[in-house]
């Protein structure tokens, strides 16, 4: 297809999240604390009107399915907005992650942007190997930002989110970005390149949003952050990102699925 770049995704790698993650039942909060190495995001640029991204939609899938203690990372899958023209509109697209898309081309001097394409740690990365390759290097450094998060559901609308963000002496200011993702999506396509499909998605991002700008030291936060009707809020997952401010290379991310909350 025209915009779409193949992809070789033939490796599945196993990939993990290696966070500390406790659950107090009496008040109904979830914790999660970073890992002492980097756990890198790993970002799948995708469209349900894109037939060449179901198979990077499968692949994202099956990483977080794998995630485990020792190899860990973030996965998010950001629908673009740009195949919308061709007979079907992504509902989960936007041209909000369609701009992330572009300044993430800027930071890769790419020439242009395109579906499915997948960044780890900020990087155009193409293939499963390259990809393993990539978090497991990630995973032997040393993280100089920590992660602290708390979560609670005060009602069936909202959550509250807690964070307690350290960054070396000395250390790049980082940007710090929320996402609330979806898993467990089941879509029947009936117009556009993927007509008559049945299409599965995982770690669909429904919020996006950059909290703060930390620098070396320490920042606590509070946030609300409201939930949609349509959202499955059993599905529902929260991660939290920081970047380097200069280049978009991740310094440290979490992420916590919601289901205990709705239990």
């Given at each position: ?230 959202w499955v809020k059993e599905n529902l997952g929260i991660a939290v990102i920081a970047v380097n401010s200069k280049n ?16």
């Amino acid at each position: 297809m025209k915009l779409a770049a193949s992809m070789a995704l033939a490796a599945l790698v196993s990939l993990g999240g290696a966070s500390s993650l406790f659950a107090d039942k009496g008040a109904n909060k979830l914790t999660i604390s970073s890992t002492p190495t980097i756990t890198p995001l790993v970002e799948l640029y995708t469209s349900e009107g894109c037939s060449s991204c179901p198979p990077a939609d499968r692949f994202i899938s099956k990483l977080g399915d794998l995630i485990d203690d020792s190899f860990h990372a973030v996965p998010l899958a950001f629908h673009v907005d740009y195949w919308n023209w061709l007979g079907w509109d992504d509902p989960y697209s936007s041209e909000q992650f369609t701009q992330r898309q572009k300044r993430a081309a800027e930071y890769n001097a790419q020439p242009s942007i395109y579906t499915p394409e997948i960044l780890v740690d900020g990087r155009e990365t193409r293939g499963g190997g390259l990809i393993y390759d990539w978090i497991s290097r990630r995973n032997n450094e040393p993280a100089t930002v920590s992660i602290m998060l708390d979560v609670i559901a005060p009602s069936d609308a909202t959550l509250q989110a807690d964070l307690d963000l350290k960054s070396d002496p000395g250390n790049i200011d980082a940007r710090i970005f929320v996402a609330i993702y979806e898993n467990e999506i089941v879509r029947n396509i009936t117009g556009g390149e993927n007509r008559g499909k049945t299409l599965m998605h995982d770690y669909v991002v429904r919020h996006w949003s950059e909290l703060a700008l930390l620098e070396p030291g320490e920042l606590m936060r509070s946030i609300d952050l409201l939930l949609g009707d349509d959202w499955v809020k059993e599905n529902l997952g929260i991660a939290v990102i920081a970047v380097n401010s200069k280049n978009g290379e991740t310094l440290q991310s979490v992420h916590l699925p919601l289901k205990q909350l709705y239990l």
